[in-house]
């Protein structure tokens, strides 16, 4: 009975610390990828290996289809679609180096003579794990490329938004992790004045809850509009973007969005506002975190337009388009990344916002497939589902372990019975 739980408790605990410390990566971006268990089944396999390389491999191998199992299964339910084929069996080959370099790393009782060879191999055996684990499926499946890309377009933006720069005044030019991105894709031009734009080169333009404009400026944006530009207007009417500076300092964004006369010239009337904060998913599958989003009623037919109609409402001016969210929060990076040193890295967005905004400006949207997990309540039946399976596995593997190995190391069974041999005669 105490050698049965014991048994258990290899199979158990190991593969529930793993899940554990993976899953805690996976809620943070949100996105059900196997590749956030990498580095805990890689550390604590290779302890795994060590401590039950006398238990023999069949023992190991099930510890570490255990942990691998468990962290798919989990990543299958919350996500409703199988994970990523590449990190699924880069996990699962990275569990079998893992382990077998621990186990290896285990001397045999009085073979001092194969330890050598033995090291050598569980060396080797680690430095493949650590080269899968620099440049294998734990790199992101579709990176953002960090050089930007030959014949960019240009891009104009006009934004009381602090995208360029510390709105302290400290540091000098600073770019937002969002417009680190749109120069992936575009040549960026910021203006103060959009009188600016019947000279620009520019053909697209990203206008983020500008400040008070003249008649004269929103004229002019009407104009290059109709003669052929594409504008993605932001116009949020409660903007929670933080700022450390005190309300009523002019370097503050404004509040609310002061584009309503020219919204309303281009026949978008407001008539609600969803104060809550909220991940709309698109149709085809993109996930775009919104907060205090207005809905406009636009069109002959005088329909709402807001989240769940594709997000943004687009609309033909001219030889000209517009496009119109009534938000612009999401391009906040708090929205939209979780770790704001890494914004080229699509693993750490917790909302596909980048890409839809590329998709938005360009007609081309950044590759790459996140598969975000469900809600919170599917999430939370997918962590039962998979500790369920796993303590399923570890009784079955108890059970069928239930006779006692002799303590073995993996690999030397027949060195240890060749010095038994020799002792005996």
Partial sequence: MKAGLKRFLWLWLVPLAIFIA?????????????????????????????????RGWAMLCSVALGSVGTALIFCTLAAGRAPDPGAAMGLSLLAMLAGSAGALLRPPPSASRFLSKRAGTSIMLLLLAALLLWRGPAQPVHPVPANPVPDRPDLAVITGLPLFWDEMGKGGPRDAPIISILRTRFTIIPMDDPLQLKTSPARRLLLAQPRALAPAQLVAIDQWVRDGGTALVLADPLLRWPSDLPLGDRRRAPSVSLLQPLLTHWGFRPVDIKAAEMRERTPDGYVVTLSGVQLFRSGPDGRIVGPGDWIVNRKKMGRGEVLLLGDADPIDDRLWLADPAYPLDPRYWVADTPARVVHWLDGAPIPGERR????????????????????IWAIVGATLFRRERPEVSPGTKREYGDMKDNKSG
Avoid: K, Y
């Fill in 372 to 391: 975000w997990m469900q809600e919170a309540r599917g999430v939370a039946q997918a962590v039962g589902r998979a500790l369920f399976a796993g303590m």
């Fill in 22 to 54: 993976g899953l805690w990566r996976a809620l943070l971006t949100g996105q059900a990828d196997p590749w956030d268990w990498g580095v805990p089944a890689a550390v604590l396999l290779a302890g795994a290996g060590f401590l039950l390389a006398r």
